[in-house]
């Protein structure tokens, strides 16, 4: 399936991140701690930031989550952290923005789902309220449906036209269309509202690959509004990791979808960033953004002598990841840069040209040396017990010159 162009939606200015209308796909995140606790939560929005997240999610889902957020917000420009934060607000979202303006003036967007909010047209007063605070303070609102908790009036409405038709086998199809019909008509109601189409973010977000595949289809099909990708309840680890790469880069093949969220369990002892990473390294393979050098490794094999170079590599990775932060303006595109860590010479000298730096490192029978490349030429040769510390400083050294 060849690449198509990006679709243009409207765009969406949250804090100084662009969404849609061309702009890059932005990678965003959520912190999983209780807003009411400003410290853990300023820390793991910074480090939500530092890892890469260009916008974060908290939840505001009480008085005191309410309350905790101005403080949040002050707290972060102090340290200089100026990412966009986002506030998830539940039923209770239109109390908490008209008692505490200061809260509804420090976030960037609000995120309304419409079936915990509001319920349907003319039935939804609180829903209406919040769209009123967006319009007051101006901000942009993300109208995100959730398979789980679906507008259950919109359900209803749709599956009674659907019995009239009498066919059981159209059950999902409805189900897929309630989820695609609330979030437009959240939306239109939102722009009936006064909230323009420019302020207007939607996700639908499920749990079945192929399911939420076919309504973002459909959905950048029937809107122009900016799209938020996410595949909902992804799970843990590799599955997660799988489930929701497979469903995104479909999408953004198609050129749909305008910022993404990988919703990643976190298994115990893993980092919060794992998804952050996880988002910015499906972006990277397709294609579509640069973050960091990327590290190109032979999965190894029986002419491996041990996991020397599987060490080497994980240890350049992470070097080069620790690094970006500080590199990104000193050196402007070294995340572009491909460096590859080689088993041996059957691949090996082919990929380290291949790359901007490479190595190649002695497989069983060869001779213990490892040539190194650069920008496709071998420049030098190492050899004895301290090959990984000395390419390192030639990776470090390549960056600099
Ligand atoms: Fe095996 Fe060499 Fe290929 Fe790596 S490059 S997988 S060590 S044959």
Known sequence: MSISPRKITHQVQIGDIKVGGGAPIVVQSMTNTDTADIKATVNQVMEL??????????TVNSEDAAKAVPEIRNQLNQKGFTVPIVGDFHFN??????????????????RINPGNVGRGKNRDPQFQQMIEFACRYDKPVRIGVNGGSLDQAVLTRLLDENRQKENPDELPAVTREAIIVSA????????????????????????????????YQDLSKRCDY??????????????????????????????????IRISLTPEPGTARTQEVVVAQEILQTMGFRSFTPMVIACPGCGRTTSDYF?????????????SMPSWRTKYPGVEEMEVAVMGCVVNGPGESKNASIGISLPG??????????E???????????????????????????
Not at 93 to 110: F, Q, R, S, T, W
Not at 375 to 401: M, P
């Open 375 to 401: 920008d496709g030429v071998k420049t030098v040769t190492l050899k004895g017990d301290h090959i990984a510390e000395e390419f390192q400083a030639l990776v470090e050294r390549y960056i600099e010159t």
């Open 364 to 373: 069983t029978g060869e001779t213990p040396v490892a040539p190194v490349y």
């Open 226 to 259: 900016a799209l938020h990708l996410g595949l909902t309840e992804a799970g843990m680890g590799s599955k997660g990791i799988v489930a929701s790469s497979a469903a995104l880069s479909v999408l953004m093949q198609q050129g749909i979808g305008d910022t």
């Open 93 to 110: 979202g239109h109390k908490l923005l008209e008692k505490y303006p200061a809260c509804a003036e420090a976030l960037d967007k609000y």
């Open 310 to 322: 599987q060490k080497l590599a994980m240890e350049i990775q992470n070097y080069l990841r620790v």
């Open 184 to 215: 437009l008509e959240s939306a239109a109601r939102a722009e009936e509202i006064g909230l323009p189409a420019n302020k207007i973010l939607l996700s639908c977000k499920i749990s079945n690959v192929q399911e939420l595949i076919r309504i």
């Open 49 to 58: 930031s530092k890892a890469g997240s260009e916008i974060v999610r908290i």
